[in-house]
Nanobody, 113 residues
Framework: QLVESGGGLVQAGGSLTLSCAAS????????MGWYRQAPGKQRELVAR???????NYADSVKGRFTISRDNAKDTVHLQMNSLKPEDTAVYYC?????????WGQGTQVTVSS
């Protein structure tokens, strides 16, 4: 089970930190990712992190978002800075690739202009 939290309403240029708590061992899951789905759009991967901490970002968030994980606490985080209205979406975490875990409820991020 994955439980996302930390979303909210923020003005453009602001920051939020999202958290994902897993009921199982994220180390066993392997690489983890943060995904988002905006209204009327497909879900997309925005950041991923391997067991060892190697990261990769979508071009749209590179330099603004930072993904991290704590294998001991089974949590994954997404620090989001310099937020833009186009970052508005429901954010989810899941394994990568394949997003093979059951999706959580997500956390809504709304960025006002």
């Amino acid at each position: 089970q994955l439980v996302e939290s930390g979303g909210g309403l923020v003005q453009a240029g602001g920051s939020l930190t999202l958290s994902c708590a897993a009921s199982g061992s994220i180390f066993s899951y392997g690489a983890m990712g943060w995904y988002r789905q905006a209204p009327g759009k497909q879900r997309e991967l925005v950041a991923r992190i391997t067991r060892g901490g190697n990261t990769n970002y979508a071009d749209s968030v590179k330099g603004r978002f930072t993904i991290s994980r704590d294998n001991a606490k089974d949590t994954v985080h997404l620090q989001m800075n310099s937020l833009k209205p186009e970052d508005t979406a429901v954010y989810y975490c899941n394994a990568w690739p394949g997003a093979g875990l059951a999706w959580g409820q997500g956390t809504q991020v709304t960025v006002s202009s």
